[in-house]
């Protein structure tokens, strides 16, 4: 999966310390009372600041910097911090988004960004033997994990190193092309040429299915570590929903659509016209 370019790495070293040094205090009032109407609140608030502590703190210690951004060098670790970050709730995701994609057996499909190729596996069964599985990942690291995951699960894929600004494939070539929480991981500059690029790739009738963070509609997805690590806060569209959508009208796309694949996530549907 694509990260943040490195010029915003010390806002979040800033914001690991700070959520992190709240998790320890509020951990040590907790533990250090008896009694009190506050004790059990306490406690909840004191977990919920040390688990978004805690993974803000890896978070920051398993990316790496590059010319291009920073990138993923923990791919296991990654997958555990994806879990943390859905609060368990990944598999449901996932599954909502394949769903909402329509695949159909013998679809050509294309995952921009592809991480750890969990979404390329889920995807296996839909498209079936007649189907092929494409992803494009700019970390060696992430992608050799992503082959074993493959792999094991006896599901061929084609794995190839890459930019979302960049796409190493001919044109209209695939049926469906994912882009998962990736976006507004691109610096701002990339997004729309990405956009183009998947607009590109799509064939004729195609599908280009963009998830993206949305503003949570609940008290737990305000308080969600993935809500909290990103900022995503307020009413009305994330901005990241809003360049998405504008961005696939752009890149020639019809009848997009904004479906719920979760709290605080959304997934956008945009129609490549067919001939």
Request: aromatic fraction near 4%.
């Amino acid at each position: 999966m694509f990260h943040h370019s490195s010029h915003a790495a010390p806002r979040h070293r800033h914001l690991v310390l700070v959520v992190a040094l709240g998790g320890v205090v509020t951990l040590l009032l907790f533990l250090g009372s008896r009694e009190g109407w506050w004790y059990v609140p306490a406690g909840a608030v004191a977990f919920h600041l040390a688990a978004v502590g805690a993974v803000a703190f890896v978070v920051s210690g398993m990316v790496r910097r590059t010319a291009v951004g920073t990138l993923i060098r923990w791919p296991r670790v990654y997958d555990g911090v994806v879990g943390v970050m859905t609060l368990g709730r990944e598999g449901r995701m996932r599954a909502r988004t394949l769903e909402l994609a329509g695949l159909r057996p013998g679809d050509a499909v294309l995952d921009v960004g592809c991480g750890t190729g969990t979404l390329l596996v889920g995807a296996a069964a839909r498209v079936g033997a007649a189907g092929s599985l494409h992803g494009v990942e700019p970390s060696p690291e992430m992608l050799a994990h992503a082959r074993r995951k493959a792999k094991a699960r006896g599901v061929e894929v084609t794995l190839l190193e890459g930019a979302a600004d960049s796409l190493p494939f001919a044109d209209a070539s695939f049926d469906v092309v994912f882009c998962t929480l990736v976006l507004h991981h691109i610096p701002p500059e990339m997004r729309r040429e990405a956009l183009r690029e998947m607009r590109r790739v799509a064939r004729p009738g195609g599908r280009l299915v963009v998830m993206e963070l949305a503003r949570p509609a609940s008290v737990s997805g305000v308080l969600a570590p993935a809500a909290l690590l990103h900022g995503v806060r307020g009413r009305g569209p994330s901005r990241a929903l809003v360049e998405v959508r504008e961005g696939l009208v752009e890149a020639g796309c019809d009848g997009v659509e904004e479906q719920t694949a979760g709290s605080g996530v959304a997934v956008t549907i945009g129609h490549v016209p067919a001939p």
